[in-house]
């Protein structure tokens, strides 16, 4: 039962963990393992620098992409959504020579249509944010402008960025510098009034004089130094008309204009001296000679910096390269292998996560249930799969049912609109709307208005997000007029469909659906008439899918909430009805539980008058009696663990002295510390027996708590002291000997104030193997520690005095300190010891002695160690004379003095041949 718990458990912290990271990297799992490229879908803009690195600004402006000159990707940009819906789109985009990405970011209503705002936004070279250059708000009060703002054209220019705000009446330059460190706003630079009447499409250049822009009627205009502008195009007597409307206006590297002209389908070159002349550098037949199809309906260009022009449509990228050569069409990126590998990953884990769901549905069935279970956790575990199973099918019919019912409603209501299209537009006025000239103009405002009139006037959700256009037919071709979209210009050609056919050539209301760079649309369109009854127009109302599938997911969390809500209250109502058909059973097991863990105050209270309340009377007389036993045995318990400490039972893996038996012992590596009283045995003397027990009783009352509060073990009792465990760090057992020792002065001090002589202590402290077990015999156990390191610590607190030491420990001790500098102590050298064959290495901690005595034996310390070492190497003419000077500060210090004594006989005798360096003690 544990283990199946367990390994439930670890399914699910395991599956939590896989969702966590598949929810991170939702994007890759949407592309298949086995896939080693991505098609391009949606392209509207492409970008090259100095390496030949491709960015491109994808998938309905919602992603831009990073590739190498190989082709392989490199990194993806992907839009963000915004806090109430919005949506994010990049427009434009310029790259600087350190590799940094500078992007207009444009925010969007819910539905894709409105702006409200745009930023001028970097990315760092490996394509993560870096900041915010620019900001441009747009308020209701200001001119509504439709998915395109007014910024235009960021570029990048010896250092700089530079970027135009259309101003509506003028045209402003802004620039900034590219320093990582620069985060000053943008300074304008030029200003341009703009023409009576005219409106900025795009522009570009950074220079006065080298500036030029395009209308939303049509012309090119070039912009000098004055402030004054110059008609480039088109100019009188030029073979071209006003529907060759110039888009994707760009300057290359020699200042000659390149512009795509839709009418002609054509990519046009123009040299403003020589404004005459227009090359055609891309058309169909030059396209078709390279074996490359171009459709010229969302085409857009720019000039990379080798001067070859860019060509980018929905699906597909081409070059053409200086020598009039266009390139093969790119029109996917490939995977890097780290990134294909990364895919590969990312579908491991979610065939793991659906393996591991498939092994939690096993636990949770077929071993969980099958055990000892609560009836309700039972009943809980099967009928709540079976309860959100029905529900989930029934929610998915009643869903299924709405959304087709809301999709004949859309489309009946987009029917209803278009039809309208013929009271909002007037057909003899269409007609006589003829070029670009009379965009803004008195028709084309009247019928904005009216249509705004129409549509933005509710504020219901279920009424905003339309997408409305006008578009004229004339000579067998359909024109854009009018709609919401400030990227399409007037009288830009609308390919030709089956739907758009039937309305403009039997005058029928058509429907249908279609998906671009702004997201998938369902519209319906309608003849507009002129007052003899001819088609001139089509009127069209559109929605985005977003916004329909916006209305559907109300619904559908409508009907998830009800049902959740049905959900809980059947189980509510079941778990009621359980536990009130349980109620006394529950009751009876839940103080029995209760008594089981030693509760033994615990009273069964069930008052149904029934067989399970006589129960109950019946445990609670059985609880009273094990209780009253239980009192006595845990009183028994409390008085047996003041001799056997409850540490020791635990180093034993025993869980009470009821478990312990003769041989029980383990092998531990601790801390052993000795302490004793010195001249106890003179002080007895003078004492009675009562005043022996009373004087030790309250000593040890006094030191003994030192040890349990650096977490050792008072292991036994020596009359005049005792032996102490240390099972953790060494600083412990070494912090309790010095704060013991710090103690024994205000001991003392309290001793002085009623006339007792003052008493003195040795502590040894040995770090080492020791094995802890149970001595003894059958009839009489006793806990004990056998263990070299025990005679050892003996030893080291005998040497205490002789060598004018409070605390002694070994280099074991030293060597195990995790923060020695915390602690004050000398280096004493290797001292023989009678009886022990090896010499120890043995240090004093002065730590706690009186201030005196520590800051004159941490004064001398250097000077000590330094004639110890002289010492040990047989130099005992310098040594002498180092404990010699040692001495003169430190006259009390008894181990200069020794080793003072030892150093002259040597230096006067010799040693034997016998002697190591040590110096000897008894």
């Not at 249509?113 to 441009?136: H, M, N």
Request: overall charge negative.
């Amino acid at each position: 039962m544990k283990k199946s718990i367990a390994a439930l458990l670890l399914v699910l912290l395991l599956l939590g963990a896989a969702g966590t990271y598949l929810g991170a990297n939702r994007d890759s799992i949407e592309l298949w393992p086995w896939n080693k490229s991505m098609p391009f879908d949606g392209l509207s803009k492409a970008i090259s620098d100095s390496q030949n690195n491709l960015f491109v600004i994808d998938n309905a402006k919602k992603t831009i992409h990073k590739l190498d000159s190989q082709g392989i990707l490199q990194f993806s940009i992907t839009s963000e959504v915004g806090k109430n819906g919005e949506v994010y789109r990049f427009n434009d985009m310029a790259v600087d020579d350190q590799g940094y990405l500078y992007t207009i970011r444009t925010l969007l209503d819910p539905y894709g249509i409105a702006v409200k705002s745009e930023q001028i936004v970097r990315y760092k070279p490996d394509g993560e944010f870096d900041r915010s250059l620019f900001t441009q708000e747009y308020s209701d009060s200001q001119t509504k402008r439709y998915r395109l703002g007014s910024l235009r054209n960021v570029q990048v220019h010896e250092g700089m960025v530079y970027f135009f705000n259309d101003e509506v009446k003028k045209l402003a330059l802004y620039q900034t510098p590219t320093g990582n460190g620069t985060t000053a706003d943008p300074q304008l630079v030029y200003s341009i009034k703009l023409p009576d009447n005219k409106y900025v499409s795009e522009a570009d250049g950074y220079k006065p004089g080298d500036i030029y822009y395009s209308t939303r009627s049509g012309e090119i205009y070039r912009a000098y130094s004055d402030g004054r502008s110059e008609l480039v195009y088109p100019l009188p007597g030029i073979d071209r008309t006003r529907r060759n409307f110039p888009e994707s206006l760009h300057l290359d590297n020699q200042g000659r204009l390149i512009f795509i002209d839709f009418n002609s389908r054509m990519i046009t070159r123009l040299d403003p001296k020589q404004p005459y002349v227009l090359e055609g550098l891309v058309d169909d037949e030059k396209a078709k000679a390279n074996h490359v199809e171009l459709a010229f309906d969302t085409t857009t260009s720019s000039i990379g910096p080798d001067d070859s022009l860019i060509i980018v449509e929905s699906a597909q990228i081409n070059r053409r390269l200086p020598d009039g050569t266009i390139t093969p069409s790119i029109t996917e990126a490939e995977f890097s292998q780290s990134t294909h590998n990364h895919e590969v990953f990312i579908w491991a884990i979610a065939v793991v996560a659906i393996l591991l769901v498939l092994y939690a549905i096993k636990l949770i069935f077929f071993n969980l249930l099958q055990r000892r279970l609560p009836l309700m956790v039972k009943q809980i575990f099967i009928l709540i799969p079976v309860i959100a199973f029905s529900m989930i099918l029934l929610s998915t019919v009643i869903y299924n049912s709405f959304s087709q019912k809301m999709e004949e409603e859309t489309f009946s209501e987009l029917i209803l609109l278009a039809k309208n299209g013929q009271n909002l537009v007037d057909g003899d006025k269409l007609e006589s709307l003829t070029s670009p000239l009379d965009y803004k103009g008195t028709i084309y405002q009247s019928f904005r208005k009216k249509i705004q009139s129409v549509f933005e006037n509710n504020a219901r959700d279920d009424n905003q997000g339309f997408y409305k256009a006008v578009y004229k037919y004339e000579n067998g071709v359909i024109y854009r007029i009018l709609e919401d979209d400030d990227g399409m210009h007037m009288f830009n050609p609308f390919q030709q469909t089956p739907e758009n056919q039937q309305v403009v050539l039997e005058g029928k209301t058509a429907t249908g659906q279609w998906q671009d760079f702004s997201g998938e649309w369902r519209y319906a369109i309608a003849p507009i008439l002129n007052s003899s009854g001819k088609i001139v127009g089509v009127f069209e109302t559109s929605k985005n899918l977003d916004g329909i599938l916006k209305h559907r997911q109300t619904v559908l969390n409508s009907i998830i909430r009800n049902i959740a809500f049905i959900s809980v209250g059947l189980l509510l109502v079941l778990v009621l009805m359980t536990y009130v058909l349980l109620s006394s059973i529950r009751k009876l097991r839940n103080s029995v539980g209760e008594i089981a863990k030693g509760n033994w105050d615990a009273v069964v209270k069930i008052n149904t008058r029934d067989e399970v309340s006589d129960l109950g009377d019946s445990v609670n007389t059985m609880a009273a009696r094990i209780r009253d036993y239980i009192t006595k045995v845990e009183n028994f318990s409390q008085s047996y663990y003041r001799f056997v400490p409850q540490q020791f039972l635990r180093f034993l893996n025993k869980e009470s002295i009821l478990d312990v038996e003769l041989g029980d012992q383990v092998e531990q590596h601790m801390s052993i510390l000795i302490f004793n009283i010195r001249g106890f045995f003179q002080l007895s003397k003078r004492l009675s027996p009562e005043e022996n027990f009373n004087f030790v009783n309250s000593f040890l009352k006094r030191f003994g708590p030192y040890i349990r509060k650096h977490e050792g073990l008072m292991n036994k009792y020596l009359g005049a002291g005792f032996m102490a465990l240390f099972p953790n760090q060494t600083d412990d057992a070494l912090l309790a000997c010095v704060e013991m020792r710090k103690e024994l002065d205000i001991y003392n001090e309290h001793r002085s104030k009623v006339g007792y002589p003052p008493i003195d202590f040795g502590i040894g402290l040995h770090k080492g193997p020791l094995r802890l077990g149970i001595i003894g015999e059958e009839k009489r156990l006793e806990g004990n520690v056998i263990s070299d390191g025990v005679n050892l610590a003996t030893m080291l607190e005998k040497m205490t005095e002789p060598l004018g030491a409070s605390i002694l420990i070994t280099d074991s001790v030293v060597q195990t300190l995790e923060k020695p500098s915390d602690f004050q102590y000398r280096n004493l050298g290797l001292i023989q010891v009678e009886g022990i064959r090896e010499p120890l290495h043995l240090f004093d901690v002065y730590q706690g002695d009186p201030d005196t005595i520590r800051t004159l034996k941490e004064k001398t310390k250097t000077l000590f160690e330094q004639a110890v070492t002289y010492y040990q190497v047989g130099r005992f003419y310098d040594a002498r004379e180092a404990f010699l000077m040692v001495i003169k500060q430190n006259r009390q210090d008894k181990a200069a003095q020794l080793y003072f004594y030892m150093c002259d006989e040597y230096f006067q005798q010799g040693t034997t041949g016998e002697w190591n360096g040590t110096l000897s003690v008894s």
